[in-house]
């Protein structure tokens, strides 16, 4: 089972090991890149004050987290939820690192001890498919038409609903680029009698199947910003 969470934080600054602490977690699952439903959302009482630059980002104040939880409290919750998946996050490093400096605290093991292996960076995917473009999440929503019209303000699940519909449509047709590598049997049953291995059948593609296949490569191509190749070649006419 192909199980991934899409994951978000926010925080009281931009550096953990400065004093800087996680204020808000939200999560979404995907299984077979579906959403299956599951989320997980909580604030975080971060024991200290949320400077006025950091509310600016995203609205959280130092007098709505007084009565949250502290991360202590969600600790288990949060593990039991990421553990064994692969995680997807916008600029990994930075939210792994306030998650592991969180965990650290109250004497738990790092993400990479958790989860299925070292996350997914949508900042790294977009900068190697977009050179020089900008890999800000506004700006990946307005490349892949994704309405972010509602994101007057960061939010940590807001932002990982975001990213699920962003890193879906940065890999889409992945699902479908699957090549069956199994050897042939030596005899194959075809109409009825068998068909000796080596021997070729020739199968043409169905307009419907011709039609489907012209569609997902315009998906890809849209997905692309138009960086496809095989639309700038002329088919070779035949003799």
Known sequence: MNRQIVLDTETTGLEWQNGDRLIEIGCVELVARKRTGRQLHCYVNPE??????AVA???????FLADK?????VAAEFIDFVRDAELVIHNAAFDVGFLDNELGIVGMPPLRDITSGPPIDTVRMARDMFPGKRANLDALCERFGIDNTHRELHGALRDAELLVEVYLAMT???ESLIIDLEPEPVAVRVAGGTRAHGALRRVQASAAELAEHERVLA???KASGGATLWRTFE?????
């Not at 200290?48 to 630059?53: A, M, T």
């Open 48 to 53: 200290r004050d949320v400077p006025e630059g």
């Open 57 to 63: 980002v995203h609205g959280i104040t130092t007098d």
């Open 69 to 73: 939880p502290k991360f202590r409290d």
């Open 172 to 174: 889409r047709g992945q």
């Open 219 to 221: 998906e890809i191509d």
């Open 235 to 239: 088919p070779a006419k035949a003799d």
